[in-house]
């Protein structure tokens, strides 16, 4: 995977293309006309105010987030759930954009397996996005549009202690039943414990296994300090180590209803209301 098709990582905006972050690339022109990509293009007269959206790619990682949404709202409208507002310029800590905000959203790239690989800017009056690409929003009357591609997601570091289900995957609601014969086999723990635990006392002999136990010397000699789960148990509750009992768990079927049967069962006319309305009407 060559670096143009890594997924975008992060997004920032500056004032001038020279202040571009290391490691970033900055999108100083529209992609059909060529022309300047200025954000805040705002007139002649004055000084002159530019805003430069900038992108970083990086091969995907364990640990690192990916782009994969973006959205263009009002200035004074809510942040959508999930997303970041990039609200200042990376340089001079300065409003990012005039009238509007650029929102976007990453995810670990060890949960998705698409990715924002580009972020392109169509010129002043192009609303219809090339193949492949979809229109975000409006941008000093520019176009912003970005393009979805597929990454291969790192490999996540192996959990410890993962117990395998005890069901099928394949579980439809039209079993009532579930046959759980094969539970034992999966559980971390003993179904029939041959040995009894009991809670030892907690002295200095038996709070040697003690959970969260620990040594202090003093000028006795070695001391043991007890904690609060010194000597606790821990094991499973008896009512639960007889597998007669796990099979006889009942699992309901759960009936289905399309949206026509909630808009039969549930639907109401108003039709009282609405005589009510009109006969207050009538005698005022």
């Given at each position: 995977?060559?670096?143009?098709?890594?997924?975008?990582?992060?997004?920032?905006?500056?004032?001038?293309?020279?202040?571009?972050?290391?490691?970033?690339?900055?999108?100083?022109?529209?992609?059909?006309?060529?022309?300047?990509?200025?954000?805040?293009?705002?007139?002649?007269?004055?000084?002159?105010?530019?805003?430069?959206?900038?992108?970083?790619?990086?091969?995907?990682?364990?640990?690192?987030?990916?782009?994969?949404?973006?959205?263009?709202?009002?200035?004074?409208?809510?942040?959508?759930?999930?997303?970041?507002?990039?609200?200042?310029?990376?340089?001079?800590?300065?409003?990012?954009?005039?009238?509007?905000?650029?929102?976007?959203?990453?995810?670990?790239?060890?949960?998705?397996?698409?990715?924002?690989?580009?972020?392109?800017?169509?010129?002043?009056?192009?609303?219809?996005?090339?193949?492949?690409?979809?229109?975000?929003?409006?941008?000093?009357?520019?176009?912003?549009?970005?393009?979805?591609?597929?990454?291969?997601?790192?490999?996540?570091?192996?959990?410890?202690?993962?117990?395998?289900?005890?069901?099928?995957?394949?579980?439809?609601?039209?079993?009532?039943?579930?046959?759980?014969?094969?539970?034992?086999?999966?559980?971390?723990?003993?179904?029939?414990?041959?040995?009894?635990?009991?809670?030892?006392?907690?002295?200095?002999?038996?709070?040697?296994?003690?959970?969260?136990?620990?040594?202090?010397?003093?000028?006795?000699?070695?001391?043991?300090?007890?904690?609060?789960?010194s000597g606790v148990p821990w094991q499973i509750n008896p009512r639960y180590t007889e597998m007669s009992r796990l099979q006889d768990i009942m699992i309901p079927q759960i009936g289905?209803?399309?949206?026509?049967?909630?808009?039969?069962?549930?639907?109401?006319?108003?039709?009282?209301?609405?005589?009510?309305?009109?006969?207050?009407?009538?005698?005022?």
């Amino acid at each position: 995977m060559s670096n143009s098709d890594w997924p975008i990582t992060a997004v920032t905006v500056v004032t001038e293309p020279s202040k571009c972050p290391a490691g970033f690339t900055i999108i100083d022109k529209t992609y059909d006309k060529r022309d300047d990509a200025d954000l805040w293009r705002d007139g002649y007269f004055g000084k002159r105010i530019c805003r430069y959206m900038c992108v970083e790619r990086s091969a995907p990682s364990v640990g690192r987030d990916v782009l994969v949404d973006v959205a263009v709202i009002n200035e004074k409208d809510p942040i959508p759930a999930g997303f970041t507002c990039v609200d200042f310029t990376s340089d001079t800590r300065e409003k990012a954009m005039k009238k509007k905000m650029l929102c976007v959203r990453y995810m670990s790239c060890t949960l998705t397996k698409d990715a924002i690989a580009e972020l392109i800017i169509l010129s002043k009056g192009v609303r219809r996005p090339p193949n492949g690409y979809n229109l975000v929003g409006e941008l000093n009357n520019m176009a912003l549009c970005f393009k979805m591609a597929g990454f291969r997601s790192p490999n996540a570091e192996p959990q410890q202690n993962t117990v395998n289900p005890p069901y099928s995957p394949n579980y439809t609601t039209e079993t009532p039943l579930n046959n759980m014969s094969n539970v034992g086999s999966a559980l971390p723990y003993a179904i029939n414990p041959t040995a009894n635990h009991t809670r030892p006392g907690l002295d200095r002999a038996n709070s040697l296994a003690g959970i969260g136990s620990n040594h202090q010397h003093t000028s006795h000699g070695p001391q043991q300090v007890v904690q609060a789960l010194s000597g606790v148990p821990w094991q499973i509750n008896p009512r639960y180590t007889e597998m007669s009992r796990l099979q006889d768990i009942m699992i309901p079927q759960i009936g289905y209803k399309s949206i026509m049967d909630i808009e039969n069962e549930y639907s109401y006319s108003f039709n009282i209301e609405r005589s009510v309305s009109t006969n207050a009407g009538t005698y005022n």
